[in-house]
C-alpha cells in the first residue's frame, strides 16, 4: 500500500502491518496483467518483486511500474493475523501443506477483518447507540472467529456470518443517515460510473455498493453518506467532504483522486498520490 502523508487513528489491529506479515498478499492472490498490475501470475505464486526477507523490492515505485493494484490494496490487519497468530509465526515457505493452508486461510481473515473494521466504526456512531450492545455482541463474535486455527477458519460458513453483520449494519446505517438535513438519495448499487456530482449535495445518501468509477465529485459533500462497498476507482474527490461519512475504507480512498483540500474521516489516511 502506498506511504500516506498523516496517520488515521483506526484500530491498529485493523491495518497492515507488512512487517509482521509474511508478504501473503504478493503470494495468495491472482495478479491478473491489466491497469493494476503490469504482469499475470496465478495465486500460490510469489510475486517477482518479492524479497527474501517478505519485503517489496519496487514498494517505492509499485506505481511507476504498473502495480497499481498493489498501492490499493488493504488487507486490514488480516496478513499479520495470520502470519503470527493462526500459523504461530511459521511461514509458508517452510514447507507445502503450511504454504497451502496459508493461502487458503488469508482470504477468509481478510474478510472477517474488513466486518471488524465495519463494526467497530458503527459502535463510534452516536446515532446508532440503540443498536451498540448487538454490535458489540457480533463484533465479539467475529474477533472470536478470527483467533481460531486455519481449519475452524475453512470450516466457518462466512456467507452466513456476513449476512447478520450486513443486516446490522443496515439497520445502522438508517439511523445514521437519518440525521442528515433534506431529503436523502437512495442510490444503493447504481450505476454512476462517469457521473457528473460536482457540488454535488449527496449528505445522508446510499451509495452502498454505487458504482463511481470516473465519477466527478469534486467539491461534493458527502457527509452522513452510505459508502460501504463503493467503487470509487479514479472517483475525483479533490475539494470534496467526506468527514462524517460512514463504512468509507483506505483501499477506496486508495483507488480514488483527491487532493489536500478533500476532507477525510478521522480514521483514513490521505494517499501519498493525491
Given at each position: 500500500m502506498d506511504d500516506n502523508d498523516s496517520a488515521g487513528t483506526g484500530p491498529s489491529d485493523l491495518r497492515a502491518d507488512c512487517g509482521n506479515c509474511f508478504g501473503l498478499c504478493c503470494v495468495a492472490l491472482v495478479f491478473t496483467a491489466s491497469s493494476d498490475f503490469a504482469v499475470s501470475k496465478p495465486a500460490g505464486t510469489p510475486c517477482a518483486n518479492l524479497q527474501p526477507d517478505f519485503g517489496c523490492g519496487i514498494h517505492a515505485r509499485?506505481?511507476?511500474?504498473?502495480f497499481t493494484g498493489c498501492t490499493v490494496y488493504d488487507c486490514f490487519g488480516a496478513g499479520q493475523k495470520v502470519s503470527q497468530l493462526t500459523f504461530g509465526g511459521r511461514d509458508w515457505r517452510q514447507d507445502a501443506d503450511t504454504a497451502r493452508r496459508m493461502f487458503d486461510a488469508f482470504p477468509l481473515m481478510r474478510?472477517?477483518?474488513e466486518l471488524l473494521w465495519y463494526l467497530t466504526e458503527a459502535l463510534t456512531l452516536e446515532p446508532a447507540r440503540p443498536l451498540h450492545s448487538d454490535l458489540a455482541q457480533l463484533r465479539a463474535e467475529t474477533e472470536d472467529l478470527t483467533q481460531g486455527g486455519p481449519e475452524a477458519l475453512a470450516a466457518l460458513d462466512l456467507p452466513a456470518h456476513r449476512e447478520r453483520v450486513?443486516?446490522?449494519?443496515?439497520?445502522?446505517?438508517?439511523?445514521?443517515r437519518a440525521?442528515?438535513?433534506g431529503r436523502r438519495r437512495e442510490r444503493r448499487g447504481a450505476d454512476l460510473i462517469g457521473?457528473?456530482?460536482k457540488g454535488a449535495d449527496l449528505r445522508g445518501a446510499n451509495l452502498r455498493g454505487a458504482y463511481?468509477?470516473?465519477a466527478d465529485l469534486r467539491g461534493a459533500d458527502l457527509r452522513l453518506a452510505d459508502l460501504i462497498g463503493a467503487d470509487l476507482r479514479d472517483a475525483r474527490l479533490g475539494?470534496?467532504?467526506?468527514?462524517?461519512?460512514i463504512f468509507l475504507t483506505q483501499a477506496q480512498l486508495n483507488a480514488a483522486k483527491g487532493d489536500r483540500d478533500t476532507r477525510l474521516p478521522a480514521a483514513l489516511d490521505r494517499p501519498g498520490h493525491w
Open positions: 509499485l506505481r511507476q511500474s504498473g474478510q472477517l477483518h450486513n443486516a446490522l449494519l443496515l439497520r445502522t446505517s438508517e439511523l445514521v440525521q442528515a438535513p457521473a457528473r456530482l463511481l468509477i470516473g475539494g470534496a467532504d467526506l468527514t462524517g461519512s
